[in-house]
């Protein structure tokens, strides 16, 4: 069994893909806007494209006749996927899943109005004013993202009327792809963010890795930690949530399904039919299957009778300082490795820009999971980026 693989975006998470694919025995095809990509570096081939650009994904379609289209980022022309498939192609998870999930509004409108799911309240705009309208029925302090981003890109919170412009402002610039449209959503009360890891399997045997919890900044994640501690009651219905949605949406991999934890219980906030950013940590051996490994056993249909918890962990990013458009010169790895129990990943970017994720620190054992995210971020400001 080796199939041709072709992964549209090749980012860290790309690339941690295409080396558990690897390891499978798979060929991997790495497509992105720019050269040198991580997963690139990995890859048997590696194409530049603008996967906006409809005729251009269709071209390397051709060309390349792949076995199976794993894509990792938003900007992808994903309404295409539906005519790939019909030729044969196996999309994953499935080409509704992909289109409806790199948009916001399908999948909450899935969610929420199809599906029944707790979510906050929200509206959507497409001009200022359609903001401010938003802003007023979901009242204030409130959330600001586009339809279409990642790694917390144009996303805001407003907290007063002075607030609304800039956050319009911000969302536009932030926004990937040719999509101009923003969520504005009502503000949460919760006491932690979890992702919750969900595989889908082709066996209909759907399973849960042990709960991450997060930390952002600029709606990105600094730190990640396996388990996070909860009720679990309220693990429950985040698992039941998570299985229902997966369900609608169809395919098998993994999932990075996203929830806000309140005293009463989990309130779905979002869903990525892929490896997930905070999922990192479980390249710390946190699990019997790293992410990526448990997302190509899925897509090959490989299957996965349990995913258990190996011991703690938690993952600190390492952040670019300024910007800068050649490779990087990364220092401080001798002292980085003095630290026990721990690793850290260097992902590659050929260039950097301020506060761009360019590797992740991790530590994991017996500690408590507080413990382990204070070591992590200690590693993680071990190592420069010059």
């Not at 911000?170 to 009360?189: H, N, P, Q, T, W």
């Not at 009651?233 to 949605?245: G, I, K, T, Y």
Request: hydrophobic share 40%; net charge negative.
């Amino acid at each position: 069994m080796r199939k041709r693989i072709l992964l549209l975006g090749s980012g860290e998470l790309g690339k941690e893909f295409a080396i558990a694919c690897q390891r499978l025995g798979q060929y991997v095809i790495a497509v992105d806007c720019y050269p040198n990509a991580p997963a690139m570096q990995v890859a048997h081939e590696c194409v530049v494209i603008n996967m906006l650009d409809a005729k251009a994904l269709d071209s390397i379609v051709a060309s390349f006749k792949p076995d199976i289209i794993v894509p990792e980022i938003e900007a992808i022309r994903t309404e295409r996927f539906y005519d790939y498939e019909k030729q044969g192609i196996h999309v994953v998870p499935s080409a509704k899943a992909a289109n409806f999930t790199m948009n916001r509004k399908a999948i909450r409108d899935l969610a929420s109005k199809e599906l029944g799911i707790k979510t906050a309240t929200y509206r959507y705009a497409t001009s200022l004013e359609e903001l401010i309208a938003g802003v007023t029925v979901c009242g204030m302090p409130c959330v600001v993202k586009p339809l279409m981003s990642s790694s917390g890109k144009g996303q805001s919170v407003i907290r007063s009327i002075d607030d609304i412009e800039k956050s319009w402002l911000y969302a536009m610039e932030g926004s990937r792809g040719d999509l101009k449209e923003i969520i504005v959503e009502s503000f949460v009360d919760f006491d932690y963010e979890i992702t919750l890891l969900t595989l889908t399997q082709k066996n209909a045997n759907t399973l849960f890795c042990p709960p991450i919890g997060h930390r952002q900044e600029r709606g990105d994640y600094q730190e990640s930690w396996q388990p996070m501690p909860m009720n679990p009651a309220h693990l429950q219905e985040a698992q039941e949530m998570a299985a229902l949605v997966t369900a609608a949406l169809g395919g098998q991999g993994i999932w990075g399904v996203e929830f806000f934890i309140t005293k009463t219980g989990a309130v779905f906030s979002e869903l990525s039919p892929r490896p997930h950013d905070t999922g990192m940590v479980t390249l710390g051996g946190t699990q019997n299957f790293s992410e990526f490994e448990l997302h190509a056993r899925a897509i090959l249909g490989i299957p996965v009778t349990e995913i258990t918890l190996a011991k703690n962990g938690a993952s600190a990013v390492i952040l670019a300082k300024d910007n800068k458009e050649d490779f990087p010169i990364i220092t401080g790895h001798e002292d980085a490795a003095q630290f026990p129990n721990s690793d850290f990943r260097i992902f590659g970017k050929p260039s950097t820009r301020v506060n761009r994720r360019m590797g992740v620190a991790l530590a994991y054992g017996n500690q408590p999971v507080e413990a382990l995210v204070e070591s992590a971020k200690i590693i993680a400001n071990t190592i420069k980026i010059n």
